[in-house]
């Protein structure tokens, strides 16, 4: 079982930014692709970022593309994500979730494949 803890959101103003962490219990992070995802009132529940298990690869949101940052660091079991030029539109809560990748280094293709999730972090952008 993985236990992943969201940190890092707050309210802060268009145009600022906010670094998201997220923290796993697993010994074998190292061997989780991680993905971050979204959910705005009313609105499902939407990918925002992912990252490889070595870090290697990454992929985005088109929404996003440009303004945020996916990284890890393995050694702290930790990541990030990192939001600059905040728009109103990126309110919602923030999740993280874990894909099993064992010693594959490929970037989980669906929701499906991502076995673990935390409970999630608020963002709220003010225009």
């Known amino acids: 079982q993985v236990q992943l803890v969201e940190s890092g959101g707050g309210l802060v103003q268009a145009g600022g930014s906010l670094r998201l962490s997220c923290a796993a219990s697993?010994?074998?992070?190292?061997?989780?692709?991680m993905g971050w995802f979204r959910q705005a009132p009313g609105k499902e529940r939407e990918f925002v970022a992912r990252?490889?298990?070595?870090?290697?690869?990454?992929n985005y949101a088109d929404s996003v593309k440009g303004r945020f940052t996916i990284s890890r660091d393995d050694a702290k079991r930790t990541v990030y994500l990192q939001m600059n030029s905040l728009k109103s539109e990126d309110t919602a809560v923030y999740y993280c979730?874990?894909?099993?990748?064992?010693?594959?280094?490929?970037?989980?293709?669906?929701?499906?494949?991502?076995?673990?999730w935390g409970q999630g972090t608020q963002v709220t952008v003010s225009s």
């Open positions: 697993t010994r074998t992070f190292n061997l989780y692709a």
């Open positions: 990252i490889s298990r070595i870090g290697d690869r990454t």
């Open positions: 979730a874990a894909a099993w990748k064992g010693l594959t280094n490929t970037l989980p293709k669906g929701d499906d494949e991502y076995g673990y």
